[in-house]
C-alpha cells in the first residue's frame, strides 16, 4: 500500500496510484470528509482507458496519519505538492472537488504550473462563499461559524440530515438508491474529527479570488446548478469569471456529489479535458 511522509512534519499519507505510469497523469484531490474512494466512478474507468489516476488522501483522511496540526491552506497545499515530487510527475490535469478546488489553487500559487497542464475545479468552494471585503454577496461568515458548531455537536447527523441535498435527490435524474447514500454517509466517517472541524474553520475565512486571476494554465469549471454546499453563484461563476483561461461547464440539477449523480457526465469531460 503506497504512504510517503512529508518533509515540513512527518505526517504519512497515504494515495492511489492507478493505471500504466506511462500514462496522462490526472491527480484527484478530494473534498473535505472523504478519501481517494470518492473518485471510483472517475478514476477506474479513465485508468482503464490509459490515464495514469492519482489520488491523495488528506492527512486526517482516509488512511493517513491522524494528526492535529497542518490544517491551513498552505501545508494541505504543500502535502499535494509533495505527492507530485514523490511520483516526479509533470504535465498533470489537476482535479479538485469542494475544498479541494482551494488547495489546487493554492498548489499553483506556492509552486508553479512546472508539473501542472491544467486544472479542473469541480463544485469548487473556491474563490469561497463567505462575505468579504471583495466578495459582500457572500455567505454571512457567522452562519458558516454556527453550522460549524452545529456540525461538532452531531456529525452523524450532520451527514444523515444533509445526504438529500448533497446530492439534490429531489432534482430529476438524481436517483439513488438507499444504500447508496448510506454508503457516502459511511465514507464521510472517515474523516477523524480533527480533520473535519478543522476544515469547517477553514472555510469561514477562505478567500482564494486573487490567486484565480492569476492562474496560468487552461481551467475547466464544472458546477451544479442546486449544489447547497457551494451555490453556483458564489463560487463557481465566479471562478469561471477569475481565471483567465477557463470553461465553464455547468449540470442542470446537480448537486455538490455529482461525481456520483452526474458521475458519467464529468468523467466524459474530464477524459476530453485531460485528452487534450
Known amino acids: 500500500m503506497p504512504y510517503f511522509e512529508t518533509a515540513t512534519d512527518g505526517t504519512r499519507l497515504h494515495y492511489v496510484d492507478y493505471g500504466p505510469r506511462e500514462g496522462r497523469p490526472v491527480?484527484?484531490?478530494?473534498?473535505?470528509?472523504?478519501?481517494?474512494?470518492?473518485?471510483?466512478?472517475?478514476?477506474?474507468?479513465?485508468?482503464?482507458?490509459?490515464?495514469?489516476?492519482?489520488?491523495?488522501?488528506?492527512?486526517?483522511?482516509?488512511?493517513?496519519?491522524d494528526v492535529w496540526d497542518g490544517f491551513d491552506l498552505d501545508t494541505l497545499a504543500g502535502d499535494l505538492g509533495a505527492l507530485l515530487?514523490?511520483?516526479?510527475?509533470?504535465?498533470?490535469?489537476?482535479?479538485?472537488?469542494?475544498?479541494?478546488?482551494?488547495?489546487?489553487?493554492?498548489?499553483?500559487?506556492?509552486?508553479?504550473?512546472?508539473?501542472?497542464?491544467?486544472?479542473?475545479?469541480?463544485?469548487?468552494?473556491?474563490?469561497?462563499?463567505?462575505?468579504?471585503?471583495?466578495?459582500?454577496?457572500?455567505?454571512?461568515?457567522?452562519?458558516?461559524?454556527?453550522?460549524?458548531?452545529?456540525?461538532?455537536?452531531?456529525?452523524?447527523?450532520?451527514?444523515?440530515?444533509?445526504?438529500?441535498?448533497?446530492?439534490?435527490?429531489?432534482?430529476?435524474?438524481?436517483?439513488?438508491?438507499?444504500?447508496?447514500?448510506?454508503?457516502?454517509?459511511?465514507?464521510?466517517?472517515?474523516?477523524?474529527?480533527?480533520?473535519?472541524?478543522?476544515?469547517?474553520?477553514?472555510?469561514?475565512?477562505?478567500?482564494v479570488a486573487p490567486e484565480l486571476a492569476k492562474v496560468d494554465v487552461p481551467a475547466l469549471v464544472v458546477h451544479g446548478t442546486h449544489d447547497v454546499s457551494a451555490p453556483i453563484g458564489l463560487t463557481g461563476e465566479r471562478a469561471a469569471r477569475l481565471i483567465p483561461d477557463s470553461v465553464f461547464h455547468v449540470y442542470e440539477d446537480a448537486g455538490h456529489g455529482l461525481f456520483v449523480t452526474h458521475a458519467e457526465r464529468l468523467t466524459a469531460d474530464l477524459r476530453e479535458f485531460a485528452g487534450r
Open 85 to 207: 515530487d514523490h511520483l516526479d510527475l509533470t504535465g498533470i490535469t489537476l482535479v479538485g472537488h469542494s475544498i479541494g478546488t482551494a488547495e489546487v489553487v493554492r498548489h499553483l500559487t506556492l509552486h508553479g504550473s512546472g508539473r501542472v497542464a491544467r486544472i479542473a475545479l469541480v463544485a469548487g468552494m473556491a474563490p469561497g462563499p463567505a462575505r468579504s471585503a471583495d466578495h459582500p454577496e457572500g455567505v454571512d461568515p457567522a452562519l458558516i461559524t454556527a453550522g460549524n458548531e452545529k456540525f461538532r455537536k452531531d456529525r452523524p447527523g450532520f451527514f444523515a440530515d444533509g445526504a438529500a441535498g448533497f446530492f439534490a435527490l429531489d432534482r430529476p435524474g438524481n436517483d439513488l438508491s438507499p444504500a447508496m447514500v448510506r454508503y457516502w454517509e459511511d465514507r464521510c466517517a472517515g474523516a477523524t474529527a480533527r480533520a473535519a472541524n478543522a476544515l469547517g474553520d477553514l472555510v469561514v475565512t477562505l478567500n
Open 27 to 65: 491527480v484527484f484531490v478530494n473534498s473535505s470528509y472523504f478519501g481517494t474512494e470518492m473518485w471510483e466512478f472517475q478514476m477506474l474507468p479513465l485508468a482503464a482507458e490509459g490515464f495514469r489516476c492519482v489520488g491523495l488522501d488528506r492527512r486526517g483522511h482516509g488512511r493517513s496519519d
